[in-house]
């Protein structure tokens, strides 16, 4: 149907089956597009899980004249903060997994079952990787106060290095979360081969992380010159579509390097890549897209006109 045009009341020929797969941009922005009232579904609920660390700022003027319980209640909020959210990224990677993947999900039954079947491996996943950020950010503050302090440069050497381990520890992340939810692989496996994927697919690595910069910059711009459309945006846009951009270019790069050579080794192919279709239904119906003929606009009939 074509909803801008004139001629909308005029079907098309439909989809060819054997029609050529979609790769690449046309395929990440197909996926978006198809699916982006539902990654704004996911968003939403993905952020619930930060209502901890915004609680932490009513505490802090609530509590404030009683300066020991303020500290104790934020420091609880801060730590179930980063318990939950590593649980909470799983889900969300398993929801979205399956939209990469083309297969069929339901959001709230897939995310609280990512969620639980992998409580325990990503709680502490979620939790170093708060303590990682906190590492890195303390970083930034202290070393340059301790450089002009000591007035010597050598003092940025060790802030370089805790930055360049907070960068392949970040890149990690595009590999623990789905490999967490699409294999029974062990914690010690899951960090070994999502550090060497760092490594491997350089070029993946280096457009995913762009586009996180560019999203977050686009964000920080938003917080300080339109609050209002910041606002608008945080709870729906930024955590899946980034999610999705992760693992639409870093789940080929686990079904090469991790999946697809555990089901050869066994002699098998991965059920990933095969065809969900029925094939009883593919034998007694045919698909008619692409071959069909297009529907004509029939001419309205004028009536006669009763006097």
């Known amino acids: 149907m074509g909803l801008f045009s004139k001629n909308y009341e005029t079907a098309g020929v439909g989809i060819a089956k054997d029609a050529p797969k979609k790769k690449g941009l046309s395929l990440f922005f197909d996926i978006f597009g198809r699916k982006i009232w539902n990654l704004m579904e996911i968003n939403l609920l993905y952020m619930v899980f930060f209502l901890p660390l915004i609680l932490m700022i009513p505490a802090i003027y609530l509590l404030g004249d009683f300066y020991k319980l303020?500290?104790?209640v934020n420091i609880l909020l801060m730590v179930v903060f980063m318990i939950f959210i590593g649980p909470a990224t799983a889900g969300m990677t398993k929801v979205i997994r399956c939209y990469v993947l083309g297969k069929h999900t339901?959001?709230?039954?897939?995310?609280?079952?990512?969620?639980?079947?992998?409580?325990?491996?990503?709680a502490i996943v979620g939790f170093v990787d708060c303590l990682i950020i906190l590492s890195a950010l303390s970083a930034l503050w202290f070393y340059p106060q301790l450089a002009e302090q000591m007035q010597s440069k050598a003092v940025y050497i060790p802030m370089v290095i805790t930055f360049s381990l907070f960068l392949v520890l970040m890149i990690m992340n595009f590999y623990i979360f789905p490999m967490m939810v699409a294999t029974t692989l062990k914690p010690k496996n899951l960090f070994k081969n999502s550090f060497a994927l760092a490594f491997v697919a350089l070029k993946q690595n280096f457009i995913t992380f762009i586009i996180i910069l560019i999203t977050i910059a686009v964000m920080v711009v938003l917080r300080i010159f339109l609050m209002s459309?910041?606002?608008?945006?945080?709870?729906?846009?930024?955590?899946?579509?980034?999610?999705?951009v992760s693992c639409f270019n870093s789940y080929p790069v686990i079904q090469k390097y991790?999946?697809?050579?555990?089901?050869?080794?066994?002699?098998?192919?991965n059920p990933e890549l095969v065809d969900d279709t029925d094939d009883e239904t593919e034998r007694i119906f045919e698909d008619m897209g692409g071959k069909e003929k297009p529907i004509e606009k029939r001419e309205k009939s004028r009536g006669k006109r009763i006097s």
Do not use: E, H, M, R
């Open 229 to 244: 459309v910041y606002l608008l945006l945080l709870p729906f846009f930024p955590a899946a579509f980034l999610c999705l």
């Open 70 to 72: 303020s500290l104790a």
């Open 106 to 122: 339901f959001i709230w039954s897939d995310f609280w079952k990512g969620f639980k079947s992998n409580f325990k491996t990503a």
């Open 258 to 269: 991790v999946i697809n050579p555990y089901y050869t080794s066994i002699g098998q192919i």
